[in-house]
């Protein structure tokens, strides 16, 4: 725990910040497709649903708290705060759960994130989402 514990703070940090850009947007399940277990936390590769057709990504998702679990109720529904292209934080009703997201496939979503409006990427850089766009 000892080893793991300042990137649970910094990942604590990089959900704050997340939570006070976005609003918090209920989605109907979050899949998982696989897991990885690292030496900091179990990286899980998931599917959170959106409402439009072709809108859910496969993201790279991290418990913030860096456990090696997955969330249950998870499949029911979760609140999503961010931009799909750039990642965000999900959070599991019904459970101590907060987890970072991001683009599984990152050079993917380049595109979209370089048409993204100046607003839309000065939230992501506030919220250390994207550090580096155009």
């Known amino acids: 725990m000892a080893y793991r514990f300042p990137f649970a703070l910094l990942s604590l940090g990089r959900c704050r910040r997340v939570l006070r850009e976005y609003p918090l947007e ?3 399940g979050m899949s998982k497709k696989s897991e990885n277990r ?25 418990d913030a708290l860096e456990r090696h679990r997955w969330p249950e109720g998870a499949e029911d529904g979760v609140w999503f705060a961010g931009d799909l292209p ?19 496939d990152w050079a993917k979503f380049a595109e979209e994130r370089q048409q993204a409006g100046p607003d839309r990427i000065d939230r992501a850089r506030r919220t250390c989402l994207a550090k580096r766009v155009r």
């Open 86 to 104: 750039f990642g965000g934080v999900v959070v599991v009703p019904g459970s101590d759960t907060l987890l970072v997201v991001r683009p599984e």
């Open 38 to 62: 690292t030496k900091y936390g179990t990286v899980f590769t998931v599917r959170v649903k959106a409402d439009e057709r072709g809108r859910s990504p496969l993201m790279r998702a991290v």
């Open 26 to 28: 209920f989605r109907s």
